[in-house]
């Protein structure tokens, strides 16, 4: 399916009415970009809907979705530490768009969402991590005002190689 106009997609927190969809999209982007994901296919593929919904999470945490009609074909999460002197931090995890929806802005839109979310949860900072080379997702972060403050060598380890990570950081006024 050819992606559609920015307008005519819909995004929303995902509930537990959604654990299905959000499982086989999570897996898909597993499945197809273990270089970027942290998780990888063989242990989520093993896990049952609770830990899916788990993952979808409860406030403050969230997970969106960005919806074609009633088809998820994007998603995007925060997380903010539990620990009493890091709740001031959100960082954003598993950000995929299928590829027949990519180049529409959806990642940009999710994204955004995800930052007023900080916002409006009183959170003074935005990170996440970035595999060196994966110049679309750096450069989506880049122009959504995210800045490098570091490299973390070493930081996924897929078979016998090891992948750098790029540290990503948007402070909110
Ligand atoms: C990275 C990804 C999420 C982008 O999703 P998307 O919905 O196509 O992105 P958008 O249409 O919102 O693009 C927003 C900006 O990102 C950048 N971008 C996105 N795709 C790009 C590409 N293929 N090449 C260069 N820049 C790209 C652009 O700056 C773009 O803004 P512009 O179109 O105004 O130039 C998507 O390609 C994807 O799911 N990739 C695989 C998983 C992944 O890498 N996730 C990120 C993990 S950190």
Known sequence: MAALNTSSYRIRRLGAADVQPYRAVRLDALLR???VFGSSYDEEAQLDDAEFLRMIGQPPNCTLGAFAGIELVGIAGLTVPVRQKQ???GIIVGVYVVAEHRRAGLARRLVEALIAQARQSSLR??????TVGNQPARRLYYRLGFRTYGIERFALAINDS???EELMALVLG
Request: aromatic residues 6%.
């Open 125 to 130: 900072v935005v990170e996440l991590a970035v």
């Open 33 to 35: 970009h273990p270089e």
């Open 162 to 164: 090891y992948l750098d």
């Open 87 to 89: 709740r001031h931090k």
